[in-house]
C-alpha cells in the first residue's frame, strides 16, 4: 500500500472537512483533506494541545484498492450519548458512556471505489473511529497512522507476554503490541488500541522511524454483505493515573451483554489444583471455604497430555508426567458444591477446537463451574472468530471462561459477561520484579482484566520478584474478576505430587492471609491515586462501604503519601495496614498496623525499593 505520509505537508495545505467535539469540548476530531493530493487525515487535540497530528486514514480492499483515503464528504448523521449502565463484574458498579457520535460518509472521488463510512465518537477523555462498508470483499490492509509529537515516549512490547520497554517513538522496532501507552509531555499521556475485536485480524503498530505508529493487521479480514471493524482509539489524559482511571472506556465501544441472566455468573478468587488427585482437590476446596475463595482450579493434564491430539476432554485420563493420581473429579465437583466452592476445569485449544461442542454441555452437567482456556491462538480473524464463538458456546451451557496466554481484551466481556479474564500480560509466571509490574499496570491493565497468576509463598517472591506485601497489593492494583492466588503454593493436605512441583511451597497460615480471605474482586468504585509506569501506584477500590489500597514501589524508596479524601466525611475508619518489615518473625515477614483515620487524613508509608504495601479501610 503506497500513501503519502499525511506528516510531510505542511498546515497551510489542508482544509477542515468535519470537526467532532466531545460534550465537554475537550477532544476534537478534525477531518481535514490535503488540498495538494486530496487524502483525506484526521487529527485530534486535548484541552487544544495536539496529541495526533494529519494521521492516516484508509482501508486497503483486495482487487479494489485503497478505500476511504480520499473522497469528499456526504451527509452525515449525529447524535448525543449520554447513558449509564450497570456493571456487575468491573472497576466501577455504574459506568457512563457520554460522547459524541458522528458518521462521515466518504464519497469515493475515484471510479470503482465504495462508499466507507467513518463513524467517530469523541469522549472528554479521548476519541475512537471505526470504519462502516457494505457488500462483500476482503481487507488485506488498513492505512490508520498515529503522528504523535516529537519526543514522544512509548512503552512497548513485541508480544503480549513480553518485556515492556521504554523508548523513543523513532525507536520502534518490529511490531508491538495494544494498548501503547505513551508520554507526550511532562502532562500529557495517551493510549492507543482498538476496541470491540469480535470477528476480525488483531491490531498491531509498526513505527516509520520518525514520529508516526501504523496499524498492521495480523492478516486479511474476509466479509460479506457488510463489514464492520474493530473501534481505533486514542484515549488521552494528563496523568498515567488518569487514563488508568477511565475504565469504562474501552467497554463503551462495545455492545451491550447478550446474556439476559447473569446471576450464574459468579467472580471470585481462585486457588489451582496441582497435584491432580482427589485428596488435592478436597484439600483445596477445604482451604478455600475456611478462607473466603470461590473456586478450585484444576490446571493441565486432567485429561492426558494438553499437547497431543488424542486426549480426550470428555474424561478424566491423567498424564502421567503430571500426576500419578488418583482423581475422581466428580467426587471432587460433588464436593465443592457441599461447600460453595465451584471448579473450573482447563482445556488446552488443541481439544477445544475438536470439543468445545461437547463439553460445554457435558461439562454444565458435571456441575462445572467453568472453563480456562489454554494456549489459544490470536491474532488472524479465524482465531479471533472462533475464539468468541466459543466464549458464547460457554455463556450458552452457563460456563465461566479465563483465557490463557497471549489474548488480551478489547473489552469483549460487556457483551460476554461470562468472560471473566484473561492473561496476555506478564504475570507472575515470570516472575517479574516489582518495576515491570509497574509497567504492565499502566499499560496492559488499560485493556482490561488481567490474570497475572498471583504468587505468595514460592520463593520467586522475595527471590525475583518484590516482596509479600507487594503480593497483597497486586491483588489490588491489577484488577480481575477472577483473581488466580497461591499460584504455586498447595494447602496443607494436598499430596507432594503434580506439575507444581514437590510439596513446598505449603501454604502457612500467616496472619496477612486475613486480606486475601477479605479481598472482593469485583468493585463498586475505583480511584487511581497516583502513580507513574516507571516508578509507583497507588489504587484505592470500594466494595459496599470498605475500601481496599494497594500500593507498589519500583526501584527506588519512597515516601508514600496517600490521602484518604475518597473517604465518607461523616465517618471514622479502622485502617489496617500491611506492610513489609524484617523484624517480623513469621515466614514472610508482614506487620499489620491497626490506626483509627478519617477523609482528612493523609496516610503516609517508608516504603522500601520493591517493596509495597496494602490496606483495608472500614467504617466504624
Not at 291 to 317: M, N, R
Not at 394 to 412: F, N, Q, S, W
Not at 441 to 446: D, G, M, V, Y
Request: include cysteine.
Amino acid at each position: 500500500m503506497l500513501l503519502l505520509s499525511a506528516a510531510s505537508a505542511s498546515a497551510a495545505d489542508y482544509a477542515t472537512l468535519r470537526t467532532v467535539r466531545s460534550p465537554g469540548g475537550r477532544s476534537v476530531f478534525t477531518l481535514e483533506k490535503n488540498e495538494t493530493t486530496g487524502e483525506l487525515v484526521y487529527g485530534l487535540t486535548s484541552g487544544g494541545r495536539t496529541v495526533v497530528n494529519h494521521g492516516d486514514l484508509g482501508l486497503e480492499l483486495r482487487g479494489v484498492g485503497v478505500v476511504a483515503a480520499r473522497g469528499t464528504l456526504g451527509k452525515m448523521d449525529a447524535k448525543d450519548i449520554d447513558t449509564t449502565w450497570s456493571n456487575s463484574f468491573g472497576e466501577a458498579s455504574t459506568v457512563q458512556d457520554r460522547c459524541r457520535e458522528e458518521t462521515l460518509p466518504i464519497i469515493p472521488t475515484e471510479a470503482g471505489l465504495p462508499e466507507v463510512k467513518l463513524q467517530v465518537r469523541a469522549y472528554d477523555t479521548g476519541v475512537a473511529w471505526r470504519y462502516l462498508l457494505a457488500g462483500d470483499g476482503t481487507v488485506t490492509d488498513e492505512a490508520t497512522s498515529f503522528t504523535l509529537p516529537e519526543a514522544t515516549q512509548v512503552w512497548t512490547s513485541t508480544t503480549a507476554q513480553g518485556p515492556i520497554t521504554r523508548q523513543l517513538i523513532s525507536e520502534v522496532k518490529g511490531q508491538v503490541e495494544r494498548p501503547l501507552f505513551a508520554q507526550l509531555a511532562p502532562d500529557l499521556f495517551a493510549a492507543i488500541g482498538e476496541a470491540g475485536l469480535v470477528d476480525g485480524a488483531r491490531m498491531k503498530f509498526v513505527s516509520d522511524g520518525a514520529v508516526t505508529l501504523r496499524a498492521k493487521l495480523a492478516g486479511g479480514v474476509a466479509f460479506t454483505d457488510s463489514f464492520t471493524s474493530p473501534w481505533r482509539y486514542v484515549r488521552v489524559g494528563g496523568s498515567p493515573a488518569a487514563l488508568l482511571q477511565d475504565s469504562g472506556f474501552i467497554l463503551n465501544l462495545n455492545e451491550p451483554s447478550k446474556i439476559a441472566d447473569i446471576s450464574w455468573i459468579r467472580p471470585g478468587k481462585v486457588i489451582r489444583e496441582a497435584s491432580l488427585t482427589t485428596q488435592g482437590g478436597k484439600a483445596c476446596i477445604d482451604f478455600a471455604a475456611a478462607h473466603g475463595l470461590q473456586h478450585i482450579l484444576f490446571d493441565a493434564g486432567w485429561y492426558g497430555p494438553e499437547g497431543s491430539a488424542s486426549s480426550d476432554a470428555t474424561k478424566v485420563d491423567l498424564d502421567p508426567a503430571r500426576s500419578p493420581g488418583p482423581l475422581d473429579l466428580q467426587m471432587v465437583i460433588a464436593y465443592g458444591k457441599q461447600k460453595g466452592i465451584g471448579v473450573i476445569l482447563y482445556v488446552n485449544q488443541i481439544a477445544l477446537t475438536r470439543q468445545i461442542d461437547e463439553i460445554a454441555p457435558l461439562y454444565q452437567s458435571w456441575g462445572a463451574a467453568g472453563i480456562k482456556f489454554g494456549f489459544v491462538k490470536v491474532g488472524p480473524q479465524g482465531d479471533t472468530a472462533w475464539l468468541h464463538k466459543a466464549v458464547a458456546k460457554c455463556a450458552e451451557h452457563k460456563l465461566m471462561v479465563d483465557i490463557h496466554d497471549e489474548y488480551r481484551p478489547t473489552g469483549v466481556s460487556r457483551a460476554w459477561p461470562n468472560l471473566l479474564t484473561q492473561e496476555g500480560i506478564r504475570g507472575d509466571e515470570e516472575s517479574v520484579p516489582n518495576i515491570d509490574v509497574l509497567k504492565t499496570i499502566f499499560t496492559r491493565c488499560l485493556a482490561g482484566a488481567a490474570d497475572q497468576t498471583n504468587c505468595y509463598f514460592a520463593p520467586r517472591v522475595t527471590e525475583k520478584m518484590g516482596s509479600h506485601a507487594s503480593q497483597l497489593a497486586k491483588a489490588v492494583c491489577i484488577f480481575s474478576p477472577w483473581q488466580m492466588l497461591y499460584w504455586y503454593d498447595r494447602p496443607m493436605g494436598s499430596p507432594g505430587v503434580g506439575q507444581a512441583g514437590p510439596t513446598k511451597p505449603v501454604i502457612q497460615e500467616v496472619p496477612e492471609l486475613s486480606f486475601f480471605d477479605r479481598l472482593p474482586t469485583t468493585w463498586d468504585e475505583t480511584r487511581v491515586l497516583d502513580g507513574h509506569p516507571d516508578t509507583h501506584v497507588t489504587i484505592a477500590r470500594r466494595k459496599g462501604d470498605v475500601w481496599f489500597v494497594g500500593g507498589l514501589n519500583g526501584n527506588s524508596a519512597r515516601t508514600f503519601e496517600v490521602p484518604l479524601a475518597f473517604l465518607d466525611p461523616a465517618k471514622t475508619y479502622q485502617a489496617e495496614v500491611f506492610r513489609d518489615d524484617p523484624a517480623v518473625s513469621t515466614l514472610t515477614h508482614v506487620a499489620i498496623d491497626k490506626l483509627e483515620v478519617n477523609a482528612k487524613t493523609v496516610l503516609k508509608r517508608e516504603v522500601a525499593a520493591g517493596n509495597g504495601f496494602a490496606v483495608i479501610l472500614t467504617a466504624r
